[in-house]
Structures are given as C-alpha cells and as structure tokens.
C-alpha cells in the first residue's frame, strides 16, 4: 500500500512501488512492467524484485557501481518472456 504522501505511488512500507497513480497506469515509475510489480533496492544495484500476479520473486546481487550500466526492466520482462504463461505487461497486469 503507497504511504499517504507517496507521489504516483512509489513507495510503501520500505518497498519501491509500481503501482503509479489511480486511473493513470501509463504514470506509472515503469509502465513496462506490471503494475503489481515492487522491490527493494539495495548497494550497487543489488535488488529484490516481486511480482506477485506471475508468482515471480527476483533477486539480484551483481555489481553494478553505475547504475545506468544494467536496466530492471530488461532483466525482468527477459525472465518474464522465459515463463510459460508468455511474458510482458498484460492488459489484465495493469498495461
């Protein structure tokens, strides 16, 4: 749940959020993932990731000191395409 102050929903309860703002989907921080989708962030680019309508849980402990050397979002729609269900952002996932 986004806490009271939390601009277009990103973050709750120590959680980065997906959820963007009620009635924008295409507001959200990143459209090209569920819109269940959230994570914490950690040092150097170490992440958990949780997607919970794909029963999907992501951990990620690489290195990576600069940020804009690796994308969450590939990383996660590459799993996502692998899974038997199809990959991407469905209409029903929020995209």
């Known amino acids: 749940t986004p806490t009271p102050p939390a601009p277009k929903g990103r973050y709750g309860a120590q959680w980065w959020l997906n959820a ?32 919970p309508s794909r029963d999907l849980v992501v951990v990620r402990l690489g290195y990576a000191p600069d940020q804009r050397s690796w994308s969450m979002a590939t990383l996660l729609n590459s799993i996502l395409d692998c899974l038997p269900d199809g990959g991407g952002v469905t209409a029903e996932q929020g995209g």
């Open 20 to 51: 963007g703002e009620a009635g924008h989907p295409a507001n959200r921080p990143n459209p090209d993932l569920p819109a269940d989708w959230y994570f914490a962030s950690g040092f150097e680019g170490q992440m958990v990731s949780i997607i």
